[in-house]
């Protein structure tokens, strides 16, 4: 299997035309970024005015129990709703770009409002004192202070909307799913296995770049105790109950 495996690699034919690896992959990362900014557009804010107000925490809990909702059966479902909807390649694209993003929106969600959640009121309280308005707060205190869950949250989303636009492939979409599914249907099971060596990857890759811009956009006096929200897959544990024994870490413009 190693030798085909490096055959699959080492073949010039892979990695030129429309289905070499470059252009697979590239596809790729078009429908992650996609559907990580469509989710993003309604989880981070929506996150910020929960963790902010403290209002409709039970949207969190909501947004959580997507991740039981099967993701095969998810995606069927709303490519035979959205899909006789648009005409030629939309009508695999679309439907596939929304599942992705609502199998995003949990843990950004998540992330941002355990984020926002965990400030330390002292922290709030010392800018209201020095006459700060609620977007202030919000955008000067509560914000610095959450990136390192809210980080934790985009790479969890990042992990899993890369994993998961492989099965899309099952209804016509392109990427790196069709280096699984082509290869498994016609018995190249080279080519399947290559496809499952380049989105893990591509997988390692992504994190390991936010990995990097978190240490060069978080204070480091943020970063210590912090433990990740949202998880990588759907059984992670609930955002609330991880806000709650989530080291805090005070701003250091309003010291306890």
């Given at each position: 299997?190693?030798?085909?495996?490096?055959?699959?690699?080492?073949?010039?034919?892979?990695?030129?035309g429309?289905?070499?690896?470059?252009?697979?992959?590239?596809?790729h990362?078009?429908?992650?970024?996609?559907s990580?900014?469509?989710?993003?557009?309604?989880?981070?804010p929506?996150?910020?005015w929960?963790?902010?107000?403290?209002?409709?925490?039970?949207?969190?809990?909501?947004?959580?129990?997507?991740?039981?909702?099967?993701?095969?059966?998810?995606?069927?479902?709303v490519?035979l709703?959205?899909?006789?909807?648009?005409?030629?390649?939309l009508?695999?694209?679309?439907?596939?770009?929304?599942?992705l993003?609502?199998?995003?929106?949990?843990?950004?969600?998540?992330?941002?409002?355990?984020?926002?959640?965990?400030?330390?009121?002292?922290a709030?309280?010392?800018?209201k004192?020095?006459?700060?308005?609620?977007?202030?707060?919000?955008?000067?205190?509560e914000?610095?202070?959450?990136l390192?869950?809210?980080?934790?949250g985009?790479?969890?989303?990042?992990?899993?909307?890369v994993?998961?636009?492989?099965?899309?492939?099952l209804?016509?979409?392109?990427?790196?799913?069709?280096?699984l599914i082509?290869?498994i249907?016609?018995?190249d099971?080279?080519?399947?296995?290559?496809?499952?060596?380049?989105?893990?990857?591509?997988?390692?890759?992504?994190?390991?770049?936010?990995?990097?811009?978190?240490?060069?956009?978080?204070?480091p006096g943020?970063?210590?105790?912090?433990r990740?929200?949202?998880?990588?897959?759907?059984?992670?544990?609930?955002?609330?109950?991880?806000?709650?024994?989530?080291?805090?870490?005070?701003?250091?413009?309003?010291?306890?």
């Amino acid at each position: 299997m190693i030798s085909t495996l490096l055959s699959f690699f080492s073949d010039p034919a892979s990695w030129s035309g429309e289905d070499g690896i470059p252009s697979r992959v590239l596809e790729h990362l078009q429908y992650t970024l996609l559907s990580l900014l469509l989710a993003a557009v309604i989880a981070i804010p929506l996150g910020l005015w929960i963790g902010h107000t403290g209002r409709a925490r039970w949207l969190v809990t909501v947004a959580n129990s997507l991740r039981a909702v099967p993701t095969l059966g998810l995606l069927f479902v709303v490519a035979l709703w959205l899909g006789p909807k648009f005409a030629s390649d939309l009508a695999f694209t679309v439907p596939s770009i929304v599942v992705l993003a609502l199998l995003a929106i949990p843990p950004l969600l998540a992330g941002t409002y355990a984020g926002i959640e965990a400030v330390d009121p002292a922290a709030r309280d010392a800018a209201k004192g020095v006459g700060m308005t609620g977007t202030q707060v919000l955008r000067q205190v509560e914000v610095p202070n959450a990136l390192p869950l809210l980080y934790s949250g985009v790479r969890s989303a990042v992990l899993q909307v890369v994993a998961t636009a492989t099965i899309a492939a099952l209804i016509g979409l392109g990427g790196l799913g069709r280096y699984l599914i082509d290869g498994i249907a016609l018995g190249d099971y080279a080519r399947a296995a290559g496809g499952a060596v380049i989105v893990a990857v591509l997988a390692v890759a992504l994190d390991g770049l936010l990995a990097l811009l978190q240490r060069s956009t978080v204070s480091p006096g943020l970063t210590g105790g912090q433990r990740s929200v949202g998880g990588g897959g759907k059984d992670s544990a609930d955002p609330e109950v991880e806000a709650d024994d989530t080291a805090v870490a005070v701003s250091p413009r309003f010291p306890a």
